[in-house]
């Protein structure tokens, strides 16, 4: 008992010391994590940077021959940071110690720029990104993480950036493994149907996205986008579309997690993510607005069909899809699409006008020609048990496998 209570004492400390914090942050992580954070900021080479500070290869360069003894906690200070350059970290990061880029208060270092990305990590690891806000004129992405594992994104604002192209978050390719999107606000994000609240692609694996809230984007709020983009967590995040974000001159109310394919070739050579896990969502629509996308998790494909599969399903496995026995469906998903349904895990999220939680849809593309095409409800023949049941087994869910 005295054991559990002189614990106990610790992680109060620890959490009184930042109390204006801990009211912001309605942090559940596990006690493990919690003491690991906290040992590794009260041990952290502390740097400080201003709006002033020139944040360039030399900066980072000396940032990483810090990482070779200590971690390493880089603090923005309260301020506007009119970025003109891309903050851009490459092979920055070590596997023993963390890197963190954090401000003190949340939303209170603003990064806006009329520029292509704000902040950019390529073959990075290990790197913890908090409280920071990212808003503006930026065009493609506020933060894009590329072949760099390890990386969490916590208690940041992503708010008010209509022109995105591409995203307000990116994780490409199959060495961006185990990224951490948790506890963050989004808000009107894009320009078009290209652009979505976060963007996962070309192979990305264990990206967990985490009680999160999202409110209105022009495009599919969470995309996990071809080349077998996997193992992708969505728990205990709020979903809100308000069916009153305009796009070229028209309210939408765009898919909330969508699992697409671009095929712009012959044979196609992007397949569909095999495992996803999405559970205690609420997912809310609203009446107005356009209404014919509101899904909850899609699967779509466009062009041609890749190698050894059928994404242009015939009129019949379409039907089949629509109408069939689970096993039926199973059976279609698997041998054309190349889909496990006992591996895509969906159940217990709150829904507010939705339409249907899981689809397959197929368009025609790119001078491919489709036997069949349209919408149809799939959500029968995935898999409502094996979900995790709270934030922590979220946290570490398909950890097992790697």
Known sequence: MKKYALITLFIAIV???KKEVAVEEKDQKIVVEVQKEAQAESTATVVNVTPSTVLDAAFWSSIQTMLQTNHVDVVFADGTYNITSTITLSNIGSATKRLQLKANTVGAAVLTGSIAKLMSLNNCQNILIHRLKFTGAVSE??????RSPNITVAYCRFENMPNLYYGAVGAHYPTSNNIIIRQNQFSNIGVGSTAHMIYGAFGVK????????FTDCSGSFIRFRGDNSTHGVVYGNTFNSTGTYMVNGAGVN????EVPVFNDVNPGDETFGTSFMVTKNNFNYATVGNQTTRFALAFHHSGFNPTGRTHLISVADATT?????????????SSKLGLDGTKILYGGNNNVNLSTHVVYRCWEAYGATAPWT?????????SSTGLANTYDEALVFYDNLY
Not at 141 to 146: C, D, P
Not at 206 to 213: C, D, S
Not at 321 to 333: D, F, P, Q, S, Y
């Open 141 to 146: 992405y506020a933060l894009v993480i590329q």
């Open 15 to 17: 959490f009184s010391c």
């Open 374 to 382: 349209g919408v149809v409800s799939i959500s029968s023949a995935v």
């Open 254 to 257: 765009p898919i909330f997690v």
């Open 206 to 213: 264990r990206l967990k996205i985490l009680e999160n809230t």
């Open 321 to 333: 899809l629509g109408n069939g026995t689970v096993a039926e469906k199973r059976a279609i998903m």
